[in-house]
């Protein structure tokens, strides 16, 4: 019944590598988020995006890119993966307008480790 | 600099006590302040939240009191019960007036509680 679904769960990468976090969801929202959660620092927003093929730079997006393909799919771009990119990854969603519309629905997370 | 502070960064409590937590922002556009609860291994999940134009939020043994002046608020559980052992990050935005509506995060209160 996940309406966020992310992938992998975990990931172990190499420094220079391009790593690549994947995000989906039924929640038919227009809305999706890129979170990193670090000790220390909460969540914080990297990407976002609120239509299909268009995404928008968070809080801190520089060393990330993002891709919104449709609706359903959002993805995390890490072209040269490096170690203070290790982290936990929540993407989630949101809708537009109506009841609840300002709450965030977080998929499971994916754990990435940068070797 | 963090635009929303939370203390303490953890807390533990016996079965039956009321835990209280607190939280800050310095941003006097923050209008709406969710409580997200998260469990080891899962996403954030809305727990309850508030805007700005209230100063108390009930929600069975969960409770926001809002300082709008002070730029504070707290959450408190009541009957704290060990399934209530969990990170809790308090949150803050602008609402719908803002692009994308993002939210701030804090760093979070990781809550123990003892049977």
């Known amino acids: 019944e996940a309406a966020v679904t992310q992938s992998p769960r975990s990931k172990v990468a190499v420094t220079g590598g391009k790593v690549t976090l994947s995000c989906h969801q039924t929640?038919?929202?227009?809305?999706m988020y890129w979170y990193r959660q670090d000790t220390g620092h909460g969540l914080r927003l990297i990407h976002y995006?609120?239509?299909?093929?268009?995404?928008e730079k968070g809080d801190i997006p520089d060393g990330y890119k993002a891709s919104r393909p449709s609706q359903e799919n959002f993805s995390l771009i890490l072209e040269l993966a490096s170690l203070s990119q290790t982290a936990v990854y929540f993407c989630?969603?949101?809708?537009?307008?109506?009841?609840?519309?300002?709450?965030?629905?977080f998929g499971s997370g994916t754990r990435l480790t940068v070797l | 600099q963090q635009q929303v502070r939370q203390s303490p960064q953890s807390l533990t409590v016996w079965e039956g006590e009321t835990a209280i937590l607190n939280c800050s922002y310095e941003?006097?556009?923050?209008?709406?302040f969710p409580w997200y609860q998260q469990f080891p291994g899962e996403g954030p999940a809305l727990l309850i939240s508030?805007?700005?134009?209230?100063d108390k939020k009930e929600d069975g043994r969960f409770t926001i009191f809002f300082n709008k002046r002070e730029k504070k608020l707290s959450l408190h559980i009541t009957d704290s019960q060990p399934g209530d052992s969990a990170t809790y990050f308090c949150?803050?935005?602008?609402?719908?007036?803002?692009?994308?509506?993002?939210?701030?995060f804090g760093i979070g209160t990781r809550v123990l509680v003892r049977p």
């Open positions: 989630a969603s949101r809708k537009t307008g109506g009841a609840f519309a300002e709450t965030l629905y």
């Open positions: 929640n038919n929202h227009d809305y």
């Open positions: 995006s609120y239509v299909a093929d268009s995404t």
């Open positions: 941003d006097s556009t923050f209008n709406y």
């Open positions: 508030i805007r700005s134009v209230s």
């Open positions: 949150a803050a935005s602008e609402g719908t007036n803002s692009a994308g509506n993002k939210l701030t």
